[in-house]
Each structure stands twice: as C-alpha cells, then as structure tokens.
C-alpha cells in the first residue's frame, strides 16, 4: 500500500491564518491605491478631508442614493464625480444636470425626454438623462431649487425607477437604472418646515448624506490648494511665470472667512496671478487690495464676541460672519434682535428683511432643538 504524506497540522492551521491576512492585505493596498486616485481630484490631507475622502470611497462602493450638502463653491459636483469614477459605474456615462438654471417644463424633458410631438419645437424623440445615463450616474445639481410639481415627478421615478417621456402614454414609461446624486446648498430641513420642499423627497434621497465641507472648516489645506490651482494655471498657459505667496499674504489668506469657498479661492488667486505677474511674489497689501476691491471688508471676519455685541446692525447688514455662528449663538442673535424691537416680533422680522412666520419659526425651532441637545 502507497503510504500518503502527512501534512502537519501546524502547516494547515498556518495557512489558515494567512489566508485572513492577505486578503487584508489586498484590501488595504486596493483602498491605497484608490485613495491616491482620488488625491489627484480631492485636494487636501486635513482631518474634515481625509474624513470626506473615506466617506466618497464608502458612496462608491455602495449603490444608494446620495445627498451631497454644502455651500456653494465646495465642490458639490466634483465629489458626484469622484463617487462615480470610483465606482463598478465608471465605464457608463455621468450626466448632469443643474436643475435651478432651467424652467419646470424644460427640466421635465431634459431628465425624462419626450416624444415627437410633445409640444411645440419636439420634432423628433429625445431621450431623457434618466434614459440617457443607462447604468450610469445622473447628478442633479440644485435639486433643492425644483418646483413642487418637479418634486413629485422625481419622487415617483425614484420609488418606481421608471419614467414617462413627455407627451407619451403612461403604458409607455421605461425602466431606468442609473444611479441618483443629488446636492443643493439649501438648508433642506428649513425648506420642509416652511413648506417650500417635499418630506417624503428628502427621506427619499438622503440615504447616503455627505457634507461638502466649507473652506474655513479646512483652512489649513490652503497652501496646497493655492499649489494645485497655480499649477492648474500654468498647465492651461494662463500663468507664464512661477508665483509665490510671501508669509503675511498667506496668513491673510488664512484669516479670511471664504464664503464662496474653493470657487472663491481660485478666482482670487487667478487675479492675483495677473496682477503681480511682472513681480512674482504676492504681498499681503496685494491680496489686501484684491479682497477690497470685490467687497471684503476687514469687519467681515470679526471674533464672535464682537458680532454678538453689534447684534441687530450685525445682522441687518448681513455680515459674512453671522452666517458661520453656531446654532446657538444665531439663536441669542435673532433674541437681541427681539429684544432691541421692544418685544414686536413683526417690527423685528421687518428690520431684518425676514417674514415674522420665518423668524417665529427659527427661533422655536432652535429653542427646541437646544433644548433636545441638553436632554440627550
């Protein structure tokens, strides 16, 4: 009888232990790997981005619905970008849409299409993007801005995943299976209690939220990001020559508050570029200079104890600032300016260019949601 090789049990509980092990290893080099790519897009090695880049590398790997929040000028689009271009998706199209720069009808017929005939000018078949995009990605930018009846279509295209073209038969809707981004700068929970937006449509799309962070929120990204936007110049051949930021104009830089954020930051650095293009070193008195010139004033970006003190005129004159406080603070804001209106909440809600039913309602609603923070 052929004797059989014994293996010993140490080697078979070894490679028991190894096969966990690589396969961590692989996964750890493959999150490297995408985590580099997404370097090249995603600008920033901050806590609020690194935070950011891990959240897109989750979206892209799941197939929910996201709802990307932020201001304007953080990069809304570039992160419904990188979520598709990370994703089994990135072969298929990503179509977007901004969906407050068209009219109710026009938007209609660019995300479901419609058939010829549908009204006047529709000569032919067009396909909408939720077609269009197969299995793809559809970004709707602005989603925040869509009419009410708007926001009734795309609430039932999201839960029945199909569309009726424009003018065609309700026996005629076809099944769609892009991917749903969506993002809007409105504070949507705002919008519900005020009326202006749909419950059931928030619940339906925030499914996979992400923040788009605001640029004071990662202030210390600055130098590099001012680095990628003059190499970005330079490789569009709109800068001849190498630039660079003294110490005081960075630190001037940095005190600013940004409220156009990233979008801002690159239209002042590209202004900057070409006023002291004979120079080439940018000066605090220079960004001084520029900031003034587009409305900034050295008041904007006052400590909190000073915007507290100005109440009423600080908010009636909109500073930059008073949009960055926290709940709290906002809170003890719209309550002095009450107070300084002799209790009247119309004559308040006046003076501060708001209805009374809005301010009413913020300061119930902040007072209940405080309350609710001190209980938890």
């Known amino acids: 009888m052929e004797h059989q090789k014994l293996i010993p049990a140490s080697s078979i509980v070894g490679a028991a232990f190894d096969a966990p092990a690589e396969h961590c290893r692989k996964s750890a080099a493959k999150k490297n790997h995408r985590l580099q790519e997404l370097d090249a897009t995603i600008v920033g090695d901050s806590q609020v981005v690194r935070e950011l880049k891990n959240l897109i590398l989750r979206a892209a790997d799941s197939d929910s619905t996201v709802l990307i929040t932020g201001e304007s000028g953080t990069g809304k689009e570039l992160i419904a970008r990188s979520i598709h271009d990370l ?20 938007l209609e017929s660019e995300l479901f299409g419609h058939v010829k005939g549908a009204f006047t000018g529709a000569n032919t078949y067009k396909k909408g993007l939720f077609e269009a995009a197969g299995k793809g990605t559809i970004f709707l930018d602005e989603f925040g801005e869509m009419s009410s009846l708007m926001q009734v279509r795309l609430l039932r295209v999201l ?14 809707e076809i099944e769609v299976h892009a991917r749903v981004v969506v993002a809007t700068n409105r504070n949507l929970k ?18 996979f939220p992400i923040r788009s962070p605001a640029l004071r929120n990662h202030i210390e990204d600055l130098p590099v990001l001012i680095d990628r936007i003059l190499k970005k110049l330079h490789a569009n051949s709109r800068l001849a020559v190498s630039l660079r930021f003294d110490t005081a104009a960075l630190g001037l830089l940095s005190d600013y508050s940004w409220p156009g954020n990233v979008r801002e930051l690159e239209n002042v650095i590209e202004r900057l570029a070409n006023n002291t293009i004979d120079i080439g070193v940018v000066s605090a008195a220079d960004v001084k200079i520029d900031l003034k010139q587009n409305g ?18 600080c908010l009636t004159e909109g500073s930059v600032a008073v949009r960055h406080l926290s709940r709290r603070d906002e809170l003890e804001l719209y309550l002095k300016a009450l107070d300084e209106s002799e209790g009247d909440l119309s004559k308040a809600a006046r003076r501060l ?3 009374r039913t809005t301010l009413y309602m913020r300061i119930k609603r902040m007072q209940h949601n405080l309350d609710r923070d001190a209980i938890t």
Request: charged residues 35%; hydrophobic residues 25%.
């Open 296 to 313: 900034w004033s050295e008041h904007d970006d006052e400590p909190r104890e000073i915007i507290l003190s100005k109440g009423l005129k």
């Open 353 to 355: 260019g708001i209805k």
């Open 87 to 106: 994703s089994p998706r990135r072969n298929e199209p990503f179509s977007a849409v901004n969906c407050g720069a068209l009219t109710e009808s026009l």
């Open 190 to 207: 705002r919008d519900i209690a005020e009326g202006r937006f749909r419950q059931d449509l928030y619940y339906r799309v925030n499914v």
């Open 159 to 172: 839960q029945q995943r199909r569309v009726r073209p424009v003018g065609s038969e309700e026996s005629k």
